[in-house]
């Protein structure tokens, strides 16, 4: 197994890539209860990992726990981007840094416009890791970014993905369909320019026709500055959005990685065959049993 990119491939700077290491996470209710036993990644600018698992694998929480979620607790390993511990920052401050995180099922929040939102989330970014109190990003005449330019940048993202500007004016996820929902998570990340994507299941509770949108949305963004982590369950989503490597993920374990081709083999099988290939169960849970060998007493 191999995370890293192929020999004919450019490899990023060390600084330039985000480096998970023996990465163990359990619930906070629950800390003696690991759901990932284990994950060494390693997700380059440039560069598109696809994490495939069934339900229950620790797909999320994955996604969670590198953004910092404190509903989980890091039992042991590490995280580094641009030679930072990772572990030790607030989830604001990841974000600061450059990471991304679309939600698998965004919040609605009344009253709150979808431009006052993402205008705060940009200043809030270009504050950097570490404020200079002498500049107040809310202030266009001390830092902060003016309407004019954040107007012309709005614009300019909408243009990108193809969506309405009514978009702006409307309450943040109130009364959005399922599709325009994620269509937003889009419309923030275009804005925000991360360094570092991670998409939880983007792809869930969309119909072909808003998934190819929300794929299409994604692919307009790539570029050799982004490095993008897709987290799905299907198969797909990959059929629009063509990752670098697929990494199988189940009983909190990354099992195997590949290329595209794993992926359909995925579609075909199903992941019962690779679970059996490395000695689990057909079903697994978040709570990441034990090999089937190991619990025969082998």
């Known amino acids: 197994m191999t995370d890293q990119p192929s020999a004919t491939e450019p490899t990023p700077a060390a600084d ?8 163990r996470v359990a619930p906070v209710a629950n800390v003696a209860h690991e759901i990932l036993q284990g994950i060494d990644l390693t997700v380059g600018k440039g560069e598109v990992h696809a994490i495939m698992g069934p339900n229950g694998s620790g797909k ?39 990471l991304f995180l679309a939600f698998q099922y965004p919040t609605a929040i009344p009253g709150l416009s979808v431009a006052s939102f993402l205008r705060s989330a940009l200043n809030a970014r270009r504050a950097g890791l570490t404020p200079d109190p002498s500049v107040d990003p809310t202030d266009p005449l001390r830092g902060g970014i003016s309407m004019g330019e954040f107007r012309r940048r709005m614009r300019e993202k909408f243009a990108l993905l193809k969506m309405d500007e009514s978009f702006a004016s409307r309450y943040v996820n109130e009364g959005f369909s399922g599709g325009e929902k994620k269509r937003l ?11 570092i994507a991670i998409l939880d299941e983007t792809d869930s509770g969309l119909d072909i026709d808003a998934l190819r949108i929300v794929a299409e949305s994604v692919n307009a963004m790539l570029n050799p500055e982004l490095g993008v982590l897709v987290i799905t369950h299907y198969q797909r989503l990959l059929n629009y959005i063509r990752p670098d490597v697929v990494h199988v993920l189940a009983a909190g374990r990354i099992l195997t990685s590949g290329g595209r081709e794993l992926a359909l083999r995925l579609e075909e099988e199903g992941y019962a065959p690779i679970l059996q290939e490395n000695g689990y169960d057909v079903e697994v849970t978040d709570e990441a049993p034990e090999p089937a060998a190991a619990s025969a007493g082998h």
């Open 60 to 98: 999320t929480t994955l996604a969670y726990a590198l953004m910092g979620h404190p509903a989980y607790v890091i039992t042991g390993g590490s995280v580094t981007w641009k030679g930072r511990d990772l572990l030790k920052l607030s989830a604001d401050k990841r974000a600061r840094l450059g």
């Open 185 to 195: 998570e889009m419309l923030q990340m275009a804005v925000l320019e991360p360094e």
């Open 16 to 23: 330039q890539r985000l480096v998970i290491r023996g990465l």
